[in-house]
């Protein structure tokens, strides 16, 4: 499956974005997705993600309460809706999949990835 992320770009800090991430085709609801992110000199950070049977959606503690993942019925976008955005959310933010079912989504070693798309938030 390939998946394209959409929706970056440059934002005002306290501001809202949402991110897109489209796949080639369905993408069954037993395997777990998630959102990551990457800032420059930093590891890559798990944002959110899924588990089997949509179990979920789980945040990391630096997006909860700001951000809200979803993933649409016919089964090939998953989004992520940034809000009260802030400078250290500046970052290259990627979608991925697991192509087995599994009910921990933070664990599993993601198999596809999106190319990845630039947020920047200024201050």
């Given at each position: 499956v390939?998946?394209?992320?959409?929706?970056g770009g440059l934002v005002?800090?306290?501001?809202?974005l949402t991110l897109s991430c489209d796949a080639s085709e369905p993408i069954p609801s037993r395997y777990p997705?998630?959102?990551f992110r990457q800032a420059p000199g930093k590891e890559r950070e798990?944002?959110?993600?899924?588990?089997?049977?949509?179990?979920g959606p789980y945040y990391s503690d630096s997006v909860k309460?700001?951000?809200i993942a979803s993933r649409d019925i016919t089964r090939t976008i998953m989004r992520?809706?940034?809000?009260?955005l802030k400078p250290?959310?500046?970052a290259v933010y990627y979608c991925a999949v697991y192509y087995t079912?599994?009910?921990?989504?933070?664990?599993?070693?993601?198999?596809?990835w999106g190319q990845g798309i630039q947020v920047t938030v200024s201050s």
């Open positions: 390939q998946l394209v992320e959409r929706g005002q800090s306290g501001g809202s997705m998630a959102w798990g944002v959110a993600c899924f588990a089997a049977g949509d179990s309460g700001r951000f992520l809706q940034m809000n009260t250290e959310d500046t079912s599994h009910a921990n989504c933070w664990t599993v070693e993601y198999e596809d």
